[in-house]
């Protein structure tokens, strides 16, 4: 199923599915639990970010030719560093460039797979992780790349936890209808003109394993989110390097899942 949150004419919150034109059928019941539809059919006012996470882990240089194009080693274990969820905005919701990146160009675009928990998860096996996953999204895991590598004090998160710097959407697509999460094309465009262009299968690490190896000795919440890691091709590494500026327009594809599409301003 294709789930959708969203903003009611009347400013309500709701959960849908079946989008287009912008009129989706309503579901009643629980994300975390089961979702019926009800045949009605409803204006979508606004989209939503399709879940609110109480958690976000995000994972550093998880694909090969990522890890290669920044100079990197191949990590030996996932990189972990986490967001806070102030940082979630919805598709075609703007990413705004912080005011204090004031030594010049730096805020880079990163698209990623995300992993949504459905059911607690401690201590899993490998085998058994996929079964933990209610669905997935897709994410752009902004990153202000002078903050994340100085100004932070050397750790990532102030530079990749601004207010906008994880957008999500625009649905969750259940885990039932992606059996294989390694097996979906990821394309990142700015202004039209494709900048990544690779697939899941590059991970180093792949989604059971980043679930098995969060969940060690720790408590996996249902509504914990997992951005998967980015692929090869993102702005700071070109040359010239390519950072985003008021004015462009960022869409991640994945296939199976759709496009986010966030504007960018100043």
Known sequence: MNIIRFLTESGDIRFGTNYQDGRAELLEGDVFGRFDPTGQIVKVTRLLAPISPVNIYCIGLNYQEHA?????????????????????????????????????????????????????????????????????????????????????GKQWIRGKGFDGFCPLGPVLVTANEIPDPQNLALHTLVNGETMQNNTTGDMIFSVAKLISYLSQDTTLLPGTIILSGTPWGVGYVRKPPQYLKAGDEVTIEIERIGRLTNPVQA
């Open 68 to 152: 290669r194009e920044t100079g990197s080693e191949l990590p030996e274990y996932p990189i972990v560093f986490m967001k806070p969820t102030t940082a979630v905005i919805g598709p075609g919701d703007p990413v705004f460039l912080p005011k204090c990146c004031t030594r010049g160009p730096e805020v880079d675009f990163e698209g990623e797979l995300a992993v949504v928990i459905g059911t607690s998860a401690r201590d899993v096996t490998e085998a058994d992780a996929l079964r933990h996953v209610l669905g997935y999204t897709v994410a752009n895991d902004i990153s202000a790349r002078k903050w994340q590598r100085n100004a932070g």
